[in-house]
């Protein structure tokens, strides 16, 4: 009797002829399965797609909801942002569908489990290293890493095979869409002189086109979770879906970046991101509202540690769950308003309140009201500035006539 894998399946092209060949080739029974994380393609025909190429079942989960909550929202939580400009859609996706699909393995009693992802890119060690944590008896197939098929063979093979491939020309580009982002690599854009061609955006209208006056959209967050919308409390996928209609709607979130791969190459990326960049920059801004300078700054260490590891695959380690307890703990006050201005391209942050804000206007204004001490200035500056005098006198012999106006000096 043959064993049973369960295939991650998009209903694309490569998908379709990975569930024939793993058939063919390895004689495995195949389950499709699909997972919605947000702006699915058509799942009837992905679904007849996947029964003509000889699946025993092609199923879908609905797994938005999981999606935002346990992986989307404490990634804004924490700020991550990979090489700070990826808001890591991609990479955020790839241990949530890893999951399921050792779920689904247990459930049909498979003994192995596949995903179509080429031997070059990080989703194959995010499928991996996720699936080798949750499910290590499992065994694993990278369906392109194996067959190394190109387009052509590939088109070819379903033609063989009787496999519905879609009418469309085929795109030259390698797409990966979720609700925190679509991402875009190949074709021209491997020439990282080359302008992104306007076809590869889907989700972001150019800027040429975005309208003339700005929106104004006022963000609630709980927690530093966004929970509504100009007043009114939203669900997570809708407060989601609205930000990324309303913002791409502005041109924002086009990113256009050469970014270092686990795998050692540099590639060239197109993301799209609209409610990522809205999200994060609103957050960031309560955050500057709620936080201390020292949470801040080591928040931001944090967030760079936490992205490189969602980047890498590391999402099932340790090293995750200590980095998730501080993020948590850093949000308990993180609570308030944030008005975001909307406007040819940019999200701009232009009003903010909360309720356990840190800002003290007592504090900061020049007006009448002032509490701040400023006789208590002199000496506060008396005390930081003693290490500087005292090494300015013993070692450097700082001379503000030489010919060395920085006083760099260059230890003669
Ligand atoms: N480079 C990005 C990442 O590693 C996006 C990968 C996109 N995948 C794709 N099939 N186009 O997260």
Redesign the pocket.
Known sequence: MPETIVLAYSGGLDTSVATKWLQEARGYDVVCLMVDLGRQPDVESARERGLSAGAKAVEVVDARADFLRYFVFPALQAGAV?EGI?P????LG?PLIAKLLVDKAREVGATAVAHG??GK???QV?FDVSIRALGPDLHIIGTARDNQMNRDEALEYAAKHGIAVRQTAASP????ENMWGR????GVLEDPWAEPPEEVYAWTKPLAVTPVEPAYVEIAFDHGIPVALDGERLEAIDLVERLNALAGEHGIGRIDHV?N??VGIK?R?I?ESPAAVLLLEAHRSLEAMTLTKMQSRFKERVAQEYSDLI?NGLWFSAHHQDLAAYVQSSQRYVTGDIRMRLHRGTAVAVGRRSDLSLYSHALATYSAGDQFDQTAAAGFIKLWGLPVEQQSRQQLQLDPRSGDPLQLGGGE
Do not use: Q
Not at 88 to 91: I, K, M
Not at 183 to 186: F, G, I, L, R, T
């Open positions: 990979y990826y890591l859609a991609t990479a790839r992802c080429t890119g990080n989703d995010r580009y390698s797409t990966d991402s875009v690599e190949a970014e791969r686990l590639s990326e993301y980047y």
